[in-house]
């Protein structure tokens, strides 16, 4: 079985022009676009607008009036109780919808179709396993960072200025920031990974894990080369980004928006995912579901 980066590459080039430009459709561009804005591509959310607000005299600061805490007092608990419940509720559907999104946008790219209410329904079990393994990860994140952060403050780490810390405080230090690079890069590969084959499997996300893990073990190098590449890809996406906003005046930057502008570079990256996948054989192509009618323009499975 050979295992190619380079060719998927270029099958999601041309699949990214058959789906956005042959024929180019408005409608369907911004369709799509909302389908990879629900997959979490949100184009750009730190676009800030113009003020001249640091240039006000400091004697004006006077004229602004200062909340009284002690009003406040009483209601104060309340109130942090009130919106720590608040963003931790905004979280959590932001993750749902975003995990039912990456289902969609990837079965707009495989059926080559505009369509977000029947992907919707029609993964909705494997979107909310996706959802709660999501949540799992969150959690046990949470904690990896509270034992690190009780490892340093164990060896007193924050009780010393930076410049006095000791070495001891260091040695611990750098490990626990390697291990936490090379977890994010890994933890990132593998659910990339997880909706894909969930999407081509049915299956829950616990089976997808252990599906991908297992794949990962066996093809280490083949993944580090795609995860070289795919940083490679992630810089030019983030050129091609700031380009658009120069282009457009910063409009790239806005949420959705800047989504349907940038949709090819998305459509693409997702693609290429999926046509490196799909050399390993047919349970994992997700093009080997549909019927005969319903595949695009793709090659055929790369013999085994």
Request: aromatic share 16%; proline share 6%.
């Amino acid at each position: 079985m050979k295992i190619e980066i380079f060719k998927p590459f270029g099958e999601a080039f041309d699949l990214t022009k058959k789906i956005l430009f042959e024929p180019f459709d408005l409608r369907k561009w911004c369709v799509i676009g909302f389908a990879a804005f629900l997959a979490g591509n949100f184009g750009g959310i730190s676009f800030r607008f113009p003020s001249s607000f640091g240039n006000e005299h400091a004697d004006r600061a006077k004229y602004f009036v200062r909340p009284d805490l002690h009003q406040w007092q009483p209601w104060l608990p309340f109130v942090i109780i009130v919106f720590a419940a608040t963003v931790l509720a905004v979280v959590l559907v932001m993750i749902w919808v975003t995990s039912r999104g990456r289902f969609i946008f990837t079965d707009c790219i495989v059926r080559n179709r505009a369509a977000i209410v029947g992907p919707w329904r029609e993964y909705r079990k494997e979107g909310d396993s996706y959802f709660w393994f999501q949540i799992a990860i969150m959690f046990f994140s949470v904690i990896l960072i509270a034992v690190a952060a009780m490892v340093l403050v164990s060896t007193g780490f924050f009780a010393r200025p930076s410049r006095a810390t000791s070495n001891a405080s260091f040695i611990i230090l750098i490990p626990l920031v390697l291990f936490w690079i090379v977890f994010v890069i890994a933890l990132a590969l593998i659910t990339h990974f997880m909706v894909p084959v969930m999407y081509r499997q049915r299956c829950q996300a616990s089976e997808a894990l252990r599906v991908v893990l297992r794949l990962i073990s066996e093809n280490v190098g083949v993944f580090i080369l795609f995860g070289l590449f795919a940083i490679v890809l992630f810089m030019a996406a983030l050129m091609i980004g700031l380009l658009a906003m120069c282009a457009t005046c910063c409009l790239a930057a806005l949420p959705y928006i800047g989504t349907v502008i940038l949709l090819p570079v998305y459509v693409c990256l997702r693609a290429f995912s999926l046509f490196f996948l799909r050399q390993f054989g047919a349970e994992y192509d997700v093009w080997a579901m549909l019927a005969t009618s319903e595949r695009p323009a793709v090659p055929p499975p790369l013999p085994v």
